[in-house]
């Protein structure tokens, strides 16, 4: 059974950093992991994407140049790098993985960016 679990969301400021990392467990093939944020007013907007071999880094324009997504191996570990953060990043970060054309998503890491 695939499990997820995120966590790093927090509090920061703007132009602040924070990283997020997303633990995947019982994906034994290729699968890709994104990430995907949720707000009441947006929705749900795709974020970031990667295989599970690590190739392929995608994103979203809105945060390319400021966001990194790396894959850890050793810890079948994503981790989502956040710089420069800014007021609209304040969201519910949830990682997604897609196995065998199904998804499974975790309860998401909530990120706010306040002054």
């Known amino acids: 059974q695939v499990q997820v679990v995120e966590s790093g969301g927090g509090l920061a400021q703007p132009g602040g950093s924070l990283i997020l990392s997303c633990a995947v467990s019982?994906?034994?093939?290729?699968?890709?992991i994104s990430w995907v944020r949720q707000t009441p007013g947006k929705g749900r907007e795709w974020v970031s994407g990667?295989?599970?071999?690590?190739?392929?880094?995608r994103y979203a324009d809105f945060v390319k140049g400021r966001f990194t997504i790396s894959r850890d191996n050793a810890n079948n570990t994503v981790y989502l790098q956040m710089n420069d953060l800014k007021f609209e990043d304040t969201a519910l970060y949830l990682c997604?993985?897609?196995?065998?054309?199904?998804?499974?998503y975790g309860k998401g890491t909530a990120v706010t960016v306040s002054s």
């Open positions: 997604s993985v897609t196995l065998n054309s199904l998804n499974y």
């Open positions: 019982g994906a034994t093939s290729d699968h890709a």
């Open positions: 990667i295989y599970s071999d690590g190739r392929a880094p």
